[in-house]
C-alpha cells in the first residue's frame, strides 16, 4: 500500500516521510548566517537605544530646556564683546528676524481685528 503525506497510514506505523523528516531536522545553517544574525541583533539593539535616547530628547521638557538654552546663547552672543564676530553677527541675524517676525504678526493681527 502506497501512502501520500502520511495518508492511510495504520496505527503504530514506524514508516516516515520526507516532509516529516525534514521537519524534524534542525535548520542548516552557517558561519555566515551566524554572523548575520548576530549583526542584525547588535543593529536591533543600537537601533532601539537610539530611539530611547531621541524620545528622552523629544520630551516636551526637554524641548522647552534646548530651547531656552539656545535663545540665551544667541542673546548672549549678540550682546557680548566676547563673543566670536561671527557668532554676533549670526545671533543679531537671528534675532533681529525674531523682532521683525512678531513685529509683522502684531501688525498683521491689529489690521484684521480692525476689518471686523
Known amino acids: 500500500m502506497s501512502t501520500h503525506h502520511g495518508a ?6 514506524a514508516t516516515v516521510d520526507a516532509d516529516t523528516t525534514a521537519a524534524l531536522q534542525p535548520p542548516f545553517r552557517t ?4 554572523a548575520i544574525e548576530a549583526h542584525v541583533a547588535a543593529t536591533r539593539l543600537a537601533l532601539a537605544e537610539t530611539i530611547d535616547e531621541l524620545t528622552g530628547r523629544l520630551t516636551p521638557r526637554n524641548l522647552v ?9 544667541l542673546v548672549s552672543d549678540a550682546v557680548s564683546g566676547d563673543a566670536d564676530p561671527q557668532a554676533r553677527r549670526r545671533a543679531r541675524i537671528v534675532l ?11 501688525v498683521w493681527n491689529l489690521r484684521a481685528r480692525g476689518r471686523d
Not at 533681529?96 to 502684531?106: D, G, K, L, N, R
Open 8 to 13: 492511510n497510514r495504520e496505527p503504530g506505523d
Open 96 to 106: 533681529a528676524s525674531v523682532v521683525v517676525v512678531v513685529a509683522s504678526s502684531v
Open 65 to 73: 530646556r534646548s530651547a531656552r538654552t539656545n535663545v540665551q546663547q
Open 31 to 34: 558561519p555566515e548566517m551566524e
